[in-house]
């Protein structure tokens, strides 16, 4: 063999590789995102906060444009670094939950017990930007959770799937290179 031909076989090579990194950075669709406990407001939302958490993590697993992160993982992080989070978090303590665990996107917020009624009020937080955007829906206190906390489930899909682009930091602005 020649040594152009190999130089060029090189470079031919070498252009694949790059390329195929940049394919694989832009396949990556989803949105890293924390999903903490609701804080509970009122006897009646007693017990209720990690059970919202668990079931919400149910329901947006179906959203493409969302990378669950896994909670113990987040928890072990939080817990580390000292932070005490009741469920009631602001754009500061998101921004630092996304540079501890690696999220772009924190979903949070609160239940509350209303009388015979409860409300469930997700905040769906930015950690890069801090913007914030908010989901709710209202039951009967002895109504279906889960059929609840699914329906706020797709109302959060719904904002993150037209949104995203504005609640997370441009991907022009903010490429991250796999390592």
Known sequence: MKPRSSVAICITALILFVGSIHATAEQQTGYPTAILSFQER?????GMGS???????????KNPKLDLLD????????????LKLSGAVNQSQAIQIGQLSGAQIVVTGSVIAMGD???????????ETGRAMGASVRHASAG?????VSELGN????????NGAIIVASKKR???FPR
């Open 155 to 162: 109302k959060i899909n719904d904002l993150i799937t037209k």
């Open 117 to 127: 009624k409860t409300a469930i009020v997700a905040k769906i937080i930015g950690t």
């Open 144 to 148: 279906d959770l889960d059929a609840v």
């Open 51 to 61: 059970k919202i958490g668990d079931l919400l993590r149910a329901s947006l697993t």
């Open 71 to 82: 909670r113990a993982e987040v928890a072990t992080v939080l817990e580390e670094s000292g």
């Open 42 to 46: 009122g006897d009646a939302a007693a």
């Open 174 to 176: 903010n490429m991250r």
